[in-house]
């Protein structure tokens, strides 16, 4: 045998004895690992880019923005997408979560009416996958110079620097701060061509729920899943009977109104009871009761809940019991009021919105989803005058079980921090650029990270990013804060 040869041998005896040890380390960590999992909910925050925001709003432009799906606004100039839906495959680290909401921009106005810059950016999508990340998204936008309005759908917005993050792990969430995001050159023609292939884009953070591995595969559990004992009637959930079993109104006021009480004015709050709950954005009252008439188009339910408002300069109004009644193709929201030294009001005529051809029963579920509403006249003086009569208020949204073993649509999730108020705290448990702080106790240690060799770090990409998958077993559904 050549000496060289020779002298190679022992070389490759230790490397594979070291490849023998380092398999046999991490095989029990493989073998712990599930198939895909389905993500079941969480949010994404990303203000696409800020110097375009500010352009916008700004003396040139002179625009706007306004919210749709269900977004909202989150710290200081970003944007809250909600409700993710996807996979998660611990084993491989691929990552796949798309999440509702949009935001419309518009600026430039026209003689017309139009705008001449006009774009709508919905639905963004995470992937991550063999060490690369992208940003997708639907975009409707009207093309810089010739005003040609084009509609693309998930374009590849952004490439997301998630180069040396870990992304295995068995832990029941996903959380990814402040990725630093680059435009494509999609991206930057879906962009209207104000701004180039290779601009940064507002860095995107996100925080995905995971389905436990014993509810992964559609068992009882599972979100959207059946409930469990009850065997579904399809001739039941087909044409419904007419009387509402169960049912929600889904509704955030206005949204200024909201960042009126919390902002620097009034610097108040609002509270919520009698089982109302808080999507961020929007408050959901639940318990629905009463009828619904296939054949005439018409409904009348009840609510329970109740919002309280309350904040300096004498703000103290409480919006309780909810109504919705839809005839010839028009709804009305009504609510008991009370105003600070006033007595209550009962029911209330809000707002009244338009439901033409949304009261088809479908597997049992009568929906109207983001009807506009208008402010009424008695809803103005609700308001203490605050806005007048017909003044655009937040969509209604309504859904109602008229069959039996109907699941409604889950409450968007954006959570209780949703605020147009600047923030100086960290999006998430590890801030940007800094490594994993351990917090026994805390639910902040990156404990569901599972290296195989037992090293306890996670390596950040560029220094601006994090992932931390925690193993948080929950034994409910997951929650809207």
């Known amino acids: 045998m050549p000496r060289r040869a020779r002298a190679r041998t022992p070389l490759r005896v230790l490397a594979l004895a070291l490849f023998t040890t380092l398999l046999g380390a991490l095989l029990p ?14 949010r994404l925050d990303w203000g696409l880019k800020s110097s375009f925001q500010s352009y916008i709003t700004g003396p040139i432009a002179q625009g706007s923005y306004t919210l749709t799906g269900g977004a909202a606004t989150v710290g200081t100039g970003g944007f809250r997408f909600h409700s993710a839906t996807g996979t998660y495959d611990g084993a491989s680290g691929a990552f796949t979560a798309s999440f509702s909401g949009g935001v419309h921009f518009v600026g430039h106005r026209k003689s017309d009416g139009t705008y001449e810059l006009d774009m709508t950016v919905s639905r963004p999508t995470v992937r991550v996958a063999g060490g690369t990340g992208t940003l997708y998204v639907d975009v409707v936008s009207r093309a810089k110079g010739t005003g040609t309005v084009t509609s693309s759908r998930q374009v590849p917005f952004a490439t997301l620097a998630v180069g040396g993050i870990d992304m295995k792990g068995d832990g029941d969430a996903v959380t990814l701060n402040n990725l630093p995001a680059t435009l494509t050159a999609q991206g930057a023609k879906s962009f209207a061509g104000y701004y180039t292939a290779g601009t940064a884009l507002d860095p995107v953070s996100l925080s995905a729920d995971v389905a436990p591995k014993r509810a992964a595969t559609g068992t009882p559990g599972t979100t959207g899943s059946k409930k469990p004992g009850k065997p579904e009637k399809d001739a039941d959930k087909g044409k419904g009977d007419g009387t509402i079993r169960d049912g929600a109104v889904d509704w955030g006021v206005r949204r200024t109104f909201r960042e009126y009480v919390t902002g620097d004015i009034a610097r108040g709050t609002w509270k919520l009871s009698d089982g109302a709950r808080d999507g961020g954005a929007l408050f959901r009252f639940p318990a629905g009761t009463g009828a619904y008439d296939r054949a005439k188009g018409t409904l009348d339910a009840r609510f329970t809940g109740s919002v309280r408002f309350t904040g300096k300069h004498g703000l103290d109004l409480t919006l309780a019991h909810p109504t919705v009644t839809v005839a010839d193709g028009t709804g009305t929201l009504r609510a008991d009021v009370t105003r600070a030294g006033a007595r209550t009001t009962k029911n209330t005529a809000l707002v009244t919105f338009t ?29 203490g005058g605050m806005y007048r009569a017909g003044a655009a208020m937040d969509p209604v949204s309504v859904a109602v079980a008229v069959a039996a073993d109907v699941t409604l649509p889950p409450l968007p999730d954006l959570g209780s921090d949703v605020s147009a108020t600047p923030s100086a705290k960290p999006s998430a448990s590890v801030a940007a650029g800094a490594a994993p702080v351990s917090s026994a106790g805390s639910g902040g240690s990156p404990a569901g990270l599972r290296w195989g060799l037992g090293a306890g770090a996670v390596v950040l990409a560029g220094g601006a990013a994090a992932l931390v998958v925690r193993s948080r077993r929950r034994s409910g559904a997951t929650s809207d804060s």
């Open 355 to 383: 439901a033409k051809g949304s009261l088809a029963a479908r597997d049992g579920l009568v929906r109207i989803d983001e009807a506009p509403a208008r402010l009424t006249a008695d809803g103005a003086e609700a308001f």
């Open 29 to 42: 960590v493989a073998g712990a690992q599930a198939a895909a999992r389905t993500v079941q909910g969480g």
